[in-house]
């Protein structure tokens, strides 16, 4: 065949990476081929460092190249407010919208009947026993606006109360959102959460 | 910041390829991070050898693991007839298709006056030299139906003429084509090739 093993098996593994397919990996294994000095070979090298050097942060649940992330470490950051989210991407998302310095805490999924997802196979019972030793002053239960995101946070939010304060996002509708496109839900809630101005 | 500076590096190294931007890197990269032994050190041990073992074949300028590529040294192959294309993903695309068995030539890019790229940029001398050194029966010029792809092929055919047989590939409606979605220059074109049923 034309491309030799090695080739081949690269773009197999790299057909796998969400977002990719067996068309773009070939895209994609080609102009790294061609830029072996300026892309291959720092990728592999890149890979390499984060494939031994990174850790799920023991606090959190963050990926860091330290122990400990980043977040948890930075003392600069208020103490009093966490932020609980379902999945890595969802802390960076926060991070880049920059309204939140307070810590977070990285579930790592929803609960789920249908895929058989307990409190267990979470980060809850370290989200409760983090909440009991520290003083937090509030937690915001920054869940998707799924079902499955939004039964998590009622069970979280019955878990933490009486602990401290608990607090969801807002329902709405998005910014830059037009009615016309948007679903009924999205909808309702943003009628039912109407604001009277003053 | 939340992802420290190799990860950083990595969703930016990552970003660069085509076919992913930040959003799918970063997708792509937290599936790696967590998928570490399956995914991210394979893939960096994976393109590490590609790219300190990989090498443009000095014959038909495809790439390969060794310096003549498997295509190249292929003793079954029919060595009568030659397919010129553009690129390396032409070639592959062509080896997909499974209809030629005889050997290739990649250029690596088309004539083309608007980036200035002159037939010396190209592997058009390599082609001729190959033309009158070997005795190929036909040459066959496979490249894209685009302005420059057919200048380029126009402008080899001439080269050529006298050397070898030199066949262009078809013109016409693809297989699956539906005639309302396809522009008028495929129409034009299927329809001066029209063939006669007998």
């Not at 009947?113 to 520290?134: K, N």
């Not at 109360?161 to 910014?175: D, E, Q």
């Amino acid at each position: 065949m034309s491309s030799p093993s090695d080739i081949d098996a690269l773009i197999d593994l790299m057909s796998k990476l969400p977002g990719l397919g067996p068309r773009s990996a070939r895209r994609a294994v080609l102009h790294m081929v061609v830029r072996r000095d300026r892309i291959l070979q720092p990728l592999a090298d890149l890979m390499h460092r984060v494939s031994v050097g990174s850790y799920k942060c023991s606090i959190c649940g963050n990926i860091s190249m330290s122990p400990i992330c980043k977040i948890c470490q930075d003392e600069e950051r208020t103490t009093g407010s966490l932020c609980v989210v379902e999945n890595i991407s969802d802390l960076w998302a926060m991070e880049r919208a920059g309204v939140f310095d307070g810590h977070y805490h990285v579930l790592g999924g929803v609960l789920s009947a249908l895929d058989s997802v307990g409190p267990d196979q979470l980060r809850v019972p370290q989200l409760v026993e983090r909440v009991e030793s520290q003083d937090f002053e509030e937690v915001i239960l920054a869940l998707n606006a799924t079902v499955d995101g939004q039964t998590t946070a009622h069970y979280i939010a019955d878990q933490l109360m009486g602990k401290c304060r608990v607090s969801l996002l807002a329902h709405g509708v998005p910014i830059g959102g037009e009615l016309d496109y948007l679903d009924d839900g999205t909808i309702s809630a943003a009628m039912y959460a109407r604001k009277t101005l003053e």
